[in-house]
């Protein structure tokens, strides 16, 4: 019987085969580091990407930013506009309100027995300083201020002899009203309206 001695064969073959497995271990490492690399790159670029955005928001946002501030800037300057708009409007309010008394006054005062000297109005509360021949001067022109329509609760604080030149003894005299508050317009056309059906 032939005898045949494989074991150089299967050394080669093991050996064969260690390689194979080497060869494999390398490539499997290899692409490992390809794919992380790739992987690496592919996080990197995102990252750029991610930053680069970043910085365009950034932008927009400093832009929209000071839009903004001018926005709030108007909208200051247009509430501090209508505030100075509104004093003048009241100030015109109370000087086509002073207008009015001091036009009416001229109406109210006893012609030739007495003159003004001083008119002061603050909110409702009226002052009148002047100066009359007598006391029923004096009297009438509070009868004729309790019957106008511009004051109520004519009171006299004080009434006192003056001398002038020439000694001529006058009164002097001084009154506390209140001014009447003006009717809304809904209700004064209201009673002209009546008033014209009446007619």
Same mark, same amino acid.
């Given at each position: 019987?032939?005898?045949?001695?494989?074991?150089?064969?299967?050394?080669?073959?093991?050996?064969? &085969?260690?390689?194979?497995?080497?060869?494999?271990?390398?490539?499997?490492?290899?692409?490992?580091?390809?794919?992380?690399?790739?992987?690496?790159?592919?996080? &990197?670029?995102?990252?750029?990407?991610? &930053?680069?955005?970043?910085?365009?928001?950034?932008?927009?946002?400093?832009?929209?930013?000071?839009?903004?501030?001018?926005?709030?800037?108007?909208?200051? =300057?247009?509430?501090?506009?209508?505030?100075?708009?509104?004093?003048?409007?009241?100030?015109?309010?109370?000087?086509?309100?002073?207008?009015?008394?001091?036009?009416?006054?001229? =109406?109210?005062?006893?012609?030739?027995?007495?003159?003004?000297?001083?008119?002061?109005?603050?909110?409702?509360?009226?002052?009148?300083?002047?100066?009359?021949? =007598? &006391?029923?001067?004096?009297?009438?022109?509070?009868?004729?201020?309790?019957?106008?329509?511009?004051?109520?609760?004519? =009171?006299?604080?004080?009434?006192?002899?003056?001398?002038?030149?020439?000694?001529?003894?006058?009164?002097?005299?001084?009154?506390?009203?209140?001014?009447?508050?003006?009717?809304?317009?809904?209700?004064?056309?209201?009673?002209?309206?009546?008033?014209?059906?009446?007619?």
């Amino acid at each position: 019987m032939i005898k045949i001695n494989l074991l150089p064969f299967r050394l080669a073959r093991k050996k064969e &085969n260690i390689r194979r497995q080497i060869s494999i271990f390398f490539l499997l490492i290899f692409f490992s580091i390809a794919v992380l690399f790739w992987y690496t790159q592919m996080i &990197n670029n995102q990252i750029l990407s991610l &930053n680069n955005d970043i910085q365009q928001v950034g932008l927009q946002i400093g832009k929209y930013k000071e839009k903004a501030d001018r926005v709030a800037q108007i909208q200051k =300057d247009l509430k501090a506009l209508d505030d100075k708009l509104s004093i003048i409007s009241s100030l015109k309010q109370q000087k086509d309100r002073q207008l009015i008394l001091f036009d009416g006054m001229t =109406d109210l005062v006893v012609q030739d027995r007495m003159w003004l000297e001083q008119f002061e109005v603050k909110n409702n509360a009226v002052t009148i300083k002047g100066i009359a021949y =007598d &006391n029923p001067t004096v009297a009438q022109f509070m009868e004729v201020l309790e019957s106008s329509e511009l004051f109520y609760k004519v =009171d006299l604080k004080t009434s006192k002899q003056k001398k002038i030149q020439n000694d001529i003894l006058l009164k002097e005299f001084e009154l506390f009203c209140l001014r009447q508050k003006p009717e809304p317009e809904s209700d004064s056309a209201a009673g002209k309206a009546k008033n014209g059906r009446k007619k």
